[in-house]
């Protein structure tokens, strides 16, 4: 059941959607007017600051990094997708919960721990020592920024994939199968092109996620353009804003070319059905089980362990410990907080860039790619750079100010920031829905509003929730913003982690980042994979 | 299907309300906001005990000293905030160059030497922390310790010595050492670190933890790092060498407070000042956090040598705000990064 959507053609998008998607696009470009706008006000030099050598050499570096991150990523999560999804890979339910929780480890916790782990004298060199392996490979500069970014951003790439998967008709796997193919050769001719718009959302998020960590580059001495804009932040604005200029061009340029090499792609609409289909992984059952297993372990059990050890040790010690606070129940009002705001983030989100989606899917509308660049550039811009931008529209605003720092503002925060995450997912949903579907139903005399909720939105459930899904997790780590905008006593698990880390209380933050990861796992179960499964 | 989402929403915005109801409460006359740039685990329970004496409330806000004051300059004079404590001088200077800081009361800026006081006094000193070279025990024999962190440009040195260059509390100590032997010296200690190849990292709990493993010999840190990591875990070989009192090397960094010069309630605002610097306050702070009290006659923390025996009214402390630019620049062209 594939048929060519009457690709390039460009129907008229409605007014209302028009009107919607315009104000939407306008919400977005705030963050980056107000970096055009302090760049002014401080008389940068921009192109002094970003044609000098040291801004060349981060510059590079964070394309290497974004790069390198994107293609690993893109690779792990497809693979990781088809197998937990379309095999029958022994514990794949289980593996289905586990794979997109590596996504929830702020950075800095853990590059903390693959440090705490594998650096020279850390735990992995105390376990392997006695062993007679005396050299660990050095995991600081590019390898291992790129190995921390690859373990927890994979998921970008996963959770879309898989929602991909679980809404296409095994048909034609089954027709090949029945041809006799085996299983990677069905991966590559059938399930492969059939999942690219996904692959390519995917691939792009993580791309914009590394080019705007902080905490994993700088624990991990790689030097790039966030992380300069970081150390001159307060010193030398001008150069920090001319740098997040730099940045939110590149997210530009890129969301640019891909939406060109998206255009050129052939659409395929497929219908989906409700017999799911398992590809028998014969005698690679055993082997794609360890690879699974293997990988896993290092993503998300790896940094458990460290995080366990470094809890039990705190937990465990009779010293009186000054400021030592590893009362789990104090973090019950912090884990609310973060479940709350992560799941108003997602609805609100997913809610807001749906229009924008539709139009750039559906009506290959200009107004919507416009306001789809933004949403995509809001995610370049480091943290503090929107939570920056939300004072400077908020404080003055007759009605804005006064929702300052309170939740509502907080949410805007959020959304601006990760919106991208949601469209990029939302718009491979709409792809998902057949057009003739609505059609269908149109001439059975349904009206627009009955045709969306009954017939299309249920068709993108499964890729609106992997974008809901990621929202939620990167709210819950989310820092900066939080930090800056929260409303006063509103406590997340990761400000209580960087709290802890910050003053040195190692077991306590360990404490906390496992409940953040056990909150994380419930949720996206609850909320995203349960769901998922049933649509 | 849809029921349940939307039920799901609902249930969400039920908790968010309920938990936004939970942590404000309508601000009264006597609540001041505090930016505080100490963490929760360090300051709360002398927040709690100033409420209790004066009726006060205080309203904290957490985060990064560097980002709050970027915060503040964002605000202007709408800031919400009344009261600020900054771990780095340098961003307490940049705002009181803009004009966003009150001028302290005298019965405040007399509770400290005038060393750890703005030259304008529009910040005060509330606690130290000590640089000091953090080693590890293992590695490292007492006797081959630098007599002074010049020393550490020696190639014997080379490869051994962790830094932090982009850590605030490292450019203050460059900022003090320029302060002291000029800026040629001061480029030239730096090119030495650099000769040396030095290894780089992000913050001072990253150099102990570094030492600890045995990954590097020692570091220059602040004093009170090691002495979490060794809470943490007492086994760790790392121990905190402090360098004679005469020494550069032994800057004192204080924690600053000030009063926004937009504060609506600047009496209560300096009151909070007046608490913290008072006795009590400051044996608390030496008790629990392991710092070095400002104010004379209030001991040193267990096991610590005195303040008093370091160079600390030998730095004039408004230069390590003012001075903070050409300071980066310095580090910049040394090459001390890597």
């Known amino acids: 059941m594939v048929s060519n959507a009457d690709r390039g053609s460009r129907v008229r998008l409605p007014h209302s959607l028009a009107a919607a998607v315009a104000v939407i696009g306008v919400f977005f470009v705030g963050p980056f007017a107000y970096v055009v706008w302090r760049n002014v006000d401080l008389g940068t030099d921009l192109g002094g600051v970003v044609f000098e050598s040291r801004t060349i050499e981060p510059l590079r570096h964070s394309l290497w990094l974004g790069i390198a991150v994107a293609v690993s990523s893109s690779v792990i999560g497809t693979g990781l997708a088809w197998l937990t999804i379309r095999t029958d890979l022994p514990g794949r339910a289980f593996w289905r919960l586990a794979a997109p929780l590596p996504l929830v480890f702020p950075s800095f916790v853990g590059a903390t721990a693959l440090m705490a782990g594998f650096a020279s004298g850390g735990l992995v060199d105390e376990i392997l020592s006695p062993l007679g392996v005396s050299s660990l490979p050095d995991m600081r500069g590019f390898r291992g920024a790129w190995l921390v970014l690859t373990l927890f951003t994979y998921p970008y790439v996963y959770l879309p994939v898989a929602a991909r998967l679980s809404a296409l008709a095994p048909s034609l796997e089954e027709s090949a199968r029945l041809l006799g193919r085996g299983p990677w050769a069905v991966f590559r001719t059938v399930v492969l092109p059939q999942t690219r718009n996904a692959i390519w959302a995917g691939s792009l998020l993580v791309f914009l996620y590394a080019v705007s960590d902080f905490g994993a580059v700088t624990l991990l001495g790689y030097d790039t353009l966030t992380e300069q804009i970081y150390s001159d932040k307060l010193f030398d604005q001008p150069r920090a804003m001319a740098l997040a200029l730099l940045l939110g061009g590149v997210a530009l340029v890129v969301v640019f070319v891909e939406r060109a090499v998206d255009r050129r792609r052939q659409r395929i609409e497929i219908s989906r059905s409700r017999n799911a289909l398992t590809v028998e992984l014969g005698r690679w059952r055993w082997p794609s089980v360890a690879a699974v297993a293997v990988f896993l372990g290092n993503a998300l059990l790896g940094p458990i362990a460290v995080l366990g050890f470094w809890a039990w040790r705190g937990l465990s010690s009779d010293l009186e410990s000054v400021g030592l606070r590893t009362d789990v129940g104090s973090l019950f009002m912090p884990a609310v907080h973060s479940a709350a705001a992560g799941l108003l983030t997602a609805v609100v989100a997913v809610a807001v860039v749906l229009p924008v989606a539709w139009a750039t899917a559906r009506y290959r509308s200009r107004l919507g790619s416009a306001a789809n660049s933004m949403i995509v550039a809001g995610f370049a811009l480091p943290g503090v750079v929107i939570a920056l931008s939300l004072v400077f529209w908020a404080i003055d605003a007759p009605v804005l100010q006064r929702w300052y720092q309170t939740l509502p503002l907080l949410i805007v925060a959020y959304v601006l920031h990760f919106g991208a995450q949601a469209t990029r997912a939302a718009q491979v949903a709409v792809d998902a829905a057949p057009r003739r579907l609505g059609d269908a139903a149109a001439t059975l005399g349904a009206g627009r509003l009955r045709r969306f909720a009954t017939v299309e939105l249920p068709l993108m459930m499964p890729g609106l929730l992997a974008g809901a899904g990621l929202v939620m997790l990167s709210t819950m780590k989310e820092l900066p913003a939080t930090l800056l905008l929260a409303p006063i006593g509103f406590d997340t698990l990761a400000t209580e982690i960087w709290g802890a880390s910050d003053s040195g209380a190692l077991a306590q933050g360990a404490v906390a980042s496992l409940v953040l990861v056990a909150v994380s796992a419930v949720l996206s179960w609850a909320v995203v994979i349960r769901r998922i499964e049933n649509y | ?338």
């Open chain 2, 1 to 338: 299907m849809r029921r349940t989402l939307f039920r799901s929403v609902w249930v969400a915005l039920a908790i968010a309300l309920a938990a936004a109801a939970c942590g404000s409460n309508a601000p009264s006359e006597s609540t001041i906001t505090l930016y505080s740039g100490r963490s929760q685990d360090l300051i709360q329970p002398l927040l709690n005990d100033f409420t209790d004496q004066t009726g006060i409330r205080v309203e904290p806000r957490y985060g990064d000293s560097a980002e709050l004051a970027l915060l503040l300059q964002a605000e202007g004079d709408k800031s919400p905030a009344d009261v600020v404590i900054s771990q780095s001088p340098g961003a307490l200077g940049l705002l009181a160059g803009e004009g966003r800081l009150a001028v302290l009361a005298t019965d405040i800026t007399q509770r400290v030497d005038p060393g750890f006081v703005a030259s304008d006094n529009t910040w005060v000193g509330i606690t130290g922390r000590v640089r000091v070279v953090v080693y590890n025990s293992e590695l490292v024999s007492a006797d081959q310790l630098p007599a002074s962190v010049l020393d550490l440009v020696d190639p014997k040195y080379a490869g051994k010595v962790g830094v932090a260059p982009n850590n605030g509390s490292f450019q203050d100590f460059v900022t003090a050492m320029r302060n002291e032997l000029g800026d040629s010296e001061t480029s030239r200690w730096l090119t030495g670190m650099a000769d040396n190849e030095s290894p780089n990292y992000p913050k001072n709990s990253a150099i102990v933890e570094a030492v600890g493993r045995g990954e590097i010999d020692m570091g220059l840190v602040n004093h009170y790092y090691n002495l979490r990591a060794l809470e943490n875990d007492p086994s760790v070989p790392s121990i905190n060498y402090f360098l004679p009192a005469d020494d550069v090397g032994s800057l004192v960094i204080v924690t600053g407070g000030a009063v926004l010069a937009s504060s609506d309630s600047p009496d209560a605002a300096q009151q909070l000042l007046v608490w913290l610097l008072s006795d009590a306050a400051q044996a608390e702070f030496a008790a629990q956090t392991q710092e070095y009290p400002l104010v004379e006659g209030i001991d040193a923390p267990a096991g610590l040598p005195p303040l008093g025996g370091l160079a600390v009214d030998t730095i004039d402390y408004a230069l390590l705000g003012d001075g903070l630019s050409g300071t980066i620049e310095l580090i910049r062209a040394s090459g001390i990064e890597r």
